[in-house]
């Protein structure tokens, strides 16, 4: 097989999807995507991917959420960090940061920093997610073989 050889050519593996999308359509999915996860990949049509990040990404969250009970996200000076990543997660955090803003740290929760950092792992994915849009709106070419 040379590289020149028209059948190895038709049975090489298919070339991802030749489709382009304007930057402002895939900037438009990114955002989406900070906003809530897996939906820029909704909006480029891969409902699958779409639904898998959604659904990995909300249960990683809510478990950080269960374990700290519900007091995961919060302003306090200890968290500020956590608190960096958390948002990241997208428009989630900032409803859970307003309604558990009252609760106070009274007793001692066991579970509060495996919460904590679930929650802010959410976050932390979320960033790959959106960095995964941009990968899908613009796929790169595949490295020629090696001869």
């Known amino acids: 097989m040379t590289?020149?050889?028209?059948?190895a050519a038709a049975t090489a593996a298919p070339v991802a999807s030749t489709r382009r999308y304007s930057p402002v359509t895939v900037l438009i999915c990114m955002v989406a995507t900070?906003?809530?996860?897996?939906?820029?990949?909704?909006?480029?049509?891969?409902?699958?991917?779409?639904?898998?990040?959604?659904?990995?990404?909300?249960?990683?969250?809510?478990i950080g959420l269960v374990l700290a009970e519900f007091r995961a996200v919060r302003t306090d000076e200890d968290f500020r960090l956590y608190l960096f990543g958390e948002g990241l997660f997208g428009l989630a955090a900032f409803p859970t940061?307003?309604?558990?803003?009252?609760?106070?740290?009274?007793?001692d929760y066991p579970r509060l920093e495996v919460g904590r950092l679930f929650c802010t792992?959410?976050?932390?994915?979320?960033?790959?997610?959106?960095?995964?849009?941009?990968?899908?709106?613009?796929?790169?070419?595949a490295a020629a073989p090696a001869e």
């Open 121 to 141: 792992v959410a976050g932390i994915m979320n960033v790959c997610v959106i960095v995964d849009v941009f990968e899908t709106a613009y796929p790169r070419a």
């Open 97 to 107: 940061l307003w309604l558990t803003e009252g609760l106070e740290l009274a007793a």
């Open 34 to 62: 900070w906003l809530l996860p897996g939906l820029g990949h909704w909006l480029l049509g891969r409902r699958g991917k779409a639904l898998l990040y959604a659904i990995t990404l909300s249960l990683t969250f809510l």
């Open 3 to 7: 590289a020149h050889d028209p059948a």
